[in-house]
């Protein structure tokens, strides 16, 4: 095992985690304000850019790095026999999954389309939260 490999792909997967979850945490808030603001007006239309430049400039890069870096250290270290990961892998998936209901969320605030409530958006801002607290118990405590 080369642990000068292993720790650059450990401390750059860490940097993407937590590039991807600062952008899971404050999208959904910011859907939060999107709602209240009137459509076309200068709010949503300012929310409607920083929404898309979260996106696309921290949140996409981030998920990809994090796969990215992720899948290197499960590669290049025979990580996939350890039975905890599966269960965060479960987790992260769900997490991507939740990415991309807010990438969908996030165009349909672009179209002036969006369904939700404010409180909806409450509920789903605590949604990686969770997912959150599960995929760092499993990886720290490792408990199966």
Request: aromatic share 14%; charged share 15%.
């Amino acid at each position: 095992m080369d642990i000068g490999l292993y720790h650059w792909l450990k401390a750059l997967h860490i940097i993407a985690v937590v590039a991807w979850m600062a952008g899971l945490l404050y999208l959904p808030r910011l859907f939060v304000y999107h709602v209240n603001a009137t459509a076309g007006s200068e709010a949503s239309e300012m929310l409607k850019v920083m929404e898309r430049r979260l996106m696309r400039f921290i949140m996409l890069p981030a998920s990809i790095a994090t796969w990215v870096f992720g899948l290197g250290l499960l590669h290049y270290f025979s990580l996939a026999e350890e039975p905890w990961l599966h269960s965060k892998l479960g987790l992260v998936l769900v997490l991507t999954g939740f990415h991309h209901f807010c990438a969908r969320w996030r165009k349909d605030f672009a179209r002036d389309a969006n369904r939700h409530t404010a409180k909806f958006f409450r509920i789903m801002n605590e949604v990686p939260t969770l997912l959150m607290v599960g995929i760092v118990l499993l990886v720290v405590l490792k408990p199966f």
